[in-house]
């Protein structure tokens, strides 16, 4: 037996562990057998452990004598987290960032491209881990695992941040040959590409919302945890608040650092409140949160609220969300039918002809179709939304599509449309603004869209535009009040590539002369006819 209390760094066939050897004492062993991940060598007569900054610390405190290996590994995380690297700019970004999002990007920085950014939602995690890769060019390709609702998101964030990015989009489960710098993949399609891309040796893996591989039994978790091995360069995003979900954050957490956390149970024991149930054991808990919280912003994670970057952020804050349609075959047919309609009345003498009901039965006819397109992908980004953030208020215009919302999420909603009246009116309000376990308010943007006040919510999200930005803005206004000290976050869920698309950039830039006040005159929705008919010529 040894003579003396002794750590050593080895190599094993799990790993790079720590072996521990000390001369025969019960109270030792019991205390031993305590640290996370320990595993007795009865052959060897030794025990060893993960390696672990803490595992170490606990050891030192025991009186163990740690070997040069482990000494160095000690000083070298020491070394990492005194480090301070500030961004100031980045070359060819094509915008300029908030300064938090900045400390984000020198975050990043710092920790080597293997971090985690969990920031609020609207805080803009995407353009912050984009940035980074713009300061690191060389390194291709990115793979971008996505919620498949946000890979359009994405490719325009890219193209909208960086100088000429080549951006592919991956869909379907038959691989093909990649040329893209930046490569978005879905989570749902991940393992029937996943030997094709770990061919390629990403440089960066992306994971965004990783909360979507939270099980481990899951095929997109299998998927993410075996091309995420060997990849020099990991980001996970995700706006959940971890601490209070810690289980959720496992997996990401593990592939950014292995080290950090020794084994899943010593985890899920410790911080997720595990115990066991007649259904098996019940990870949802949390437990040591604050603990939790110091010991991931001490390594690995960096999270900002809302509130605590206000004096960066503008009243409202715009995203255009493009989504993906279901039914494009179809679109493209009809679209095809308008554009022939209206050049057959390209002369200003044949247009005058043309009645603003003819015009807006033919558009109308396309926003439906639009509308229907993405109404399953907006339903999903509602979903996703809602497991991050507390309360959002959606607007549209028809019943279906406000049926469909309150149809799939029917215990958590409550809406206000031309069938809603007087004091039901007002209970939907109060139960939005007061009942906790009300999280979504639907409107028709005309009936619920004046006269009532929604400031449970500093989200909002249009699945349907209305033809002028007065009602917009009106209906924005819904959460954004006198007195109202938050920032408000305004999402258009739009069609891609569709007429749509056309509608929500006049209003956007009438919005801006209306801001303006340069006349005191609202648009009217003849001119935006007008001109949405002068596109189509």
Known sequence: MPQIKYASMVKASNGIRIKITFPYDVEMIHKVRELPGRTWHAEQKCWSAPVHVETLNTLNEWGFELDNHLKNYIEKTKSREEEIIEITGIPGLKGELYPFQRKGVAFLETKRGRALIADEMGLGKTVQALAWWQLHRDKI??????????????????????????VEILSGTKPWKLTGEIIIINYDILHAWLEYLKKINPAILITDECHYYKSNKAKRTKAVKQLGKNIPHV????????????????????????????????????????????????????????????????????????????????????????????????????????????????????????????????????KQLAVKGKLEQSIDWIKNFLEIEDKLIVFATHKFVIDAIMTAFPSITVKIDGSVVNAERQNAVDNFQNNDKIKLFVGNIQAAGIGITLTASSNVAFIELPWTPGALVQAEDRCHRIGQKDSVNIYYLLAAGTIEEKIAHMIDDKRKVLDAVLDGRETDQGSLLKELMKQYK
Request: proline share 7%; with cysteine.
């Open 235 to 366: 980001i996970a995003l995700s706006g959940t608040p971890i601490v209070n979900r810690p289980i959720e954050a496992f997996n990401a957490l593990k592939l950014i650092d292995p080290l950090l956390f020794p084994d899943y149970w010593h985890y899920a024991k410790y911080y997720c409140a595990a115990k066991q149930s007649v259904f098996g054991w019940d990870l949802n808990g949390a437990s040591h949160i604050q603990e939790l919280h110091q010991r991931l912003t001490s390594t690995v994670m960096i999270r900002r609220l809302k509130k605590d970057v206000l004096p960066d952020l503008p009243d409202k804050i715009y995203s255009f969300i493009p989504i993906e349609l279901s039914n494009q075959k179809v679109y493209d047919e009809a679209e095809a039918d308008f554009v022939e309609f209206v050049r057959k009345y390209k002369s200003q003498e044949a247009a005058e002809r043309i009645s603003n009901a003819e015009a807006l039965a033919s558009i109308e006819g396309l």
């Open 141 to 166: 390709p990115v793979v971008v695992v996505v919620p498949a609702s946000l890979k359009l998101n994405w490719k325009r964030e890219a193209e909208l941040w960086l100088p000429n990015p080549k």
